[in-house]
């Protein structure tokens, strides 16, 4: 069967793509913190002939099409990093303390080789495509923060896709796996627990109150909400990723500090949890003459993807890459060795937010196989990604955006 023009198209840029994904995971910056990802990416639009906007903190849009009629369809990659120091080894390796280990370089390659591929063929677009540049997705605030700053507006979206690379998965790379409707990814919510007790020496410990004490119990007491108050269709993980206290071995701190995540795929189970998360500290820490409060941070929604348009996008993508490239998560599960019940990721996603306000697909593509050497997975310091995948996700962003356009009567 002959390939598709458009991911020909793509494959001829594979050079183009591989430096841009490089120079971004040489130059990675976190959270809002992006000036040269930010200044990378406007500066690579206006070469291709675009007019690239700032939106909110670091955010960045542009617009391919017809601004003036039809349908917008927008397509979103993520741009910032991690806080972990690399050592994948690789000669672009990053140098300054942050690295792409959850893929976003690859992402931002993409959708800027999207951008070319859509220039070329602006003229066809029975609409407009608005390309969406998103910080801070690692810490769930970059979209709700373009989403205030009016990303969806002007010309209105009427949907909207996002890609995220996977490493170290048993599935030819390039291969796109298209996201069941409903949930795929849970909510989130990052929150840290700060306890209070007395410091003291530690040979007289009734002259103090122990707050490693007091922490002690509070990560035991959280984790029984899971197994005794929630019922067994409501799924949901609670983990204290980190704990500090105190610097000597022979002193009871004065105080204690946690720091944890939640995840669920409801909104009643989210409340339920932080409600009782607050409930439980409070309570336990009294019991142990302490003071503890729980703390918000960030969080997201789950991720909801549409059921008609991920009917429609899976079809589109069984045109551009195939059938055996192309896959629903029903496909994926059974081809894959690793495809047993309750296997799946709980990686939760802030493209939730754009999920929620127009219907919205995820779609993974699989970029590297655990025989290749790609054996980690994402957010490990090792975790190393295929560059061959570049052209095959950039024929995705661009082929499914100008099919939905084409298709007004979806």
């Given at each position: 069967?002959?390939?598709?023009?458009?991911?020909?198209?793509?494959?001829?840029?594979?050079?183009?793509?591989?430096?841009?994904?490089?120079?971004?995971?040489?130059?990675?910056?976190?959270?809002?913190?992006?000036?040269?990802?930010?200044?990378?990416?406007?500066?690579?639009?206006?070469?291709?002939?675009?007019?690239?906007?700032?939106?909110?903190?670091?955010?960045?849009?542009?617009?391919?099409?017809?601004?003036?009629?039809?349908?917008?369809?927008?397509?979103?990659?993520?741009?910032?990093?991690?806080?972990?120091?690399?050592?994948?080894?690789?000669?672009?390796?990053?140098?300054?303390?942050?690295?792409?280990?959850?893929?976003?370089?690859?992402?931002?390659?993409?959708?800027?080789?999207?951008?070319?591929?859509?220039?070329?063929?602006?003229?066809?677009?029975?609409?407009?495509?608005?390309?969406?540049?998103?910080?801070?997705?690692?810490?769930?605030?970059?979209?709700?923060?373009?989403?205030?700053?009016?990303?969806?507006?002007?010309?209105?979206?009427?949907?909207?896709?996002?890609?995220?690379?996977?490493?170290?998965?048993?599935?030819?790379?390039?291969?796109?796996?298209?996201?069941?409707?409903?949930?795929?990814?849970?909510?989130?919510?990052?929150?840290?627990?700060?306890?209070?007790?007395?410091?003291?020496?530690?040979?007289?410990?009734?002259?103090?109150?122990?707050p490693v004490l007091a922490a002690a119990h509070i990560i035991l007491a959280i984790q029984e909400i899971q197994t005794r108050e929630l019922a067994l269709d409501q799924r949901a993980v609670l983990t204290i990723g980190s704990i500090h206290a105190g610097k000597a071995a022979n002193v009871i701190a004065d105080s204690a500090a946690m720091?944890?995540s939640i995840r669920t795929y409801d909104e009643d189970t989210r409340a339920f949890l932080k409600k009782r998360l607050m409930e439980i500290t409070a309570g336990i820490a009294r019991t142990l003459r302490a003071d503890a409060h729980v703390i918000f941070k960030s969080g997201c929604p789950a991720l909801t993807n549409d059921h008609a348009?991920?009917?429609?996008?899976?079809?589109?993508?069984?045109?551009?890459?195939?059938?055996?490239?192309?896959?629903?998560?029903?496909?994926?599960?059974?081809?894959?060795?690793?495809?047993?019940?309750?296997?799946?990721?709980?990686?939760?996603?802030?493209?939730?937010?754009?999920?929620?306000?127009?219907?919205?697909?995820?779609?993974?593509?699989?970029?590297?196989?655990?025989?290749?050497?790609?054996?980690?997975?994402?957010?490990?310091?090792?975790?190393?990604?295929?560059?061959?995948?570049?052209?095959?996700?950039?024929?995705?962003?661009?082929?499914?955006?100008?099919?939905?356009?084409?298709?007004?009567?979806?």
């Amino acid at each position: 069967m002959p390939k598709e023009p458009l991911l020909l198209e793509a494959e001829q840029l594979k050079d183009t793509l591989v430096t841009y994904r490089r120079y971004l995971h040489t130059h990675p910056g976190c959270g809002f913190d992006l000036a040269d990802t930010v200044s990378f990416v406007k500066k690579e639009l206006a070469s291709m002939g675009y007019t690239p906007s700032d939106c909110g903190k670091a955010g960045v849009t542009a617009q391919a099409g017809n601004a003036t009629g039809g349908r917008t369809f927008l397509l979103r990659a993520d741009m910032d990093a991690l806080p972990i120091q690399e050592q994948s080894d690789v000669a672009f390796a990053s140098q300054n303390g942050s690295m792409h280990a959850c893929g976003h370089d690859m992402h931002t390659a993409m959708l800027l080789g999207a951008a070319r591929l859509l220039k070329q063929h602006e003229d066809e677009l029975e609409g407009t495509v608005k390309l969406m540049f998103q910080p801070a997705e690692e810490i769930f605030e970059g979209a709700k923060d373009m989403l205030q700053a009016g990303v969806l507006k002007n010309p209105d979206v009427d949907g909207a896709l996002m890609i995220h690379v996977m490493a170290g998965v048993p599935l030819p790379p390039g291969t796109a796996i298209v996201s069941p409707p409903g949930v795929s990814a849970p909510g989130a919510d990052i929150f840290e627990i700060q306890v209070q007790g007395k410091g003291a020496h530690g040979s007289m410990p009734n002259q103090g109150v122990d707050p490693v004490l007091a922490a002690a119990h509070i990560i035991l007491a959280i984790q029984e909400i899971q197994t005794r108050e929630l019922a067994l269709d409501q799924r949901a993980v609670l983990t204290i990723g980190s704990i500090h206290a105190g610097k000597a071995a022979n002193v009871i701190a004065d105080s204690a500090a946690m720091q944890g995540s939640i995840r669920t795929y409801d909104e009643d189970t989210r409340a339920f949890l932080k409600k009782r998360l607050m409930e439980i500290t409070a309570g336990i820490a009294r019991t142990l003459r302490a003071d503890a409060h729980v703390i918000f941070k960030s969080g997201c929604p789950a991720l909801t993807n549409d059921h008609a348009l991920a009917g429609q996008i899976l079809a589109d993508l069984k045109g551009l890459l195939g059938n055996e490239c192309a896959l629903s998560a029903a496909e994926a599960a059974a081809q894959m060795a690793s495809g047993k019940k309750g296997s799946g990721s709980a990686g939760s996603e802030d493209f939730a937010y754009i999920s929620q306000q127009v219907p919205s697909v995820m779609v993974a593509l699989a970029a590297g196989t655990p025989q290749q050497g790609h054996s980690y997975q994402l957010h490990h310091p090792k975790v190393t990604f295929d560059e061959n995948i570049l052209a095959a996700g950039s024929a995705v962003y661009a082929y499914t955006a100008m099919r939905r356009l084409a298709s007004r009567n979806d």
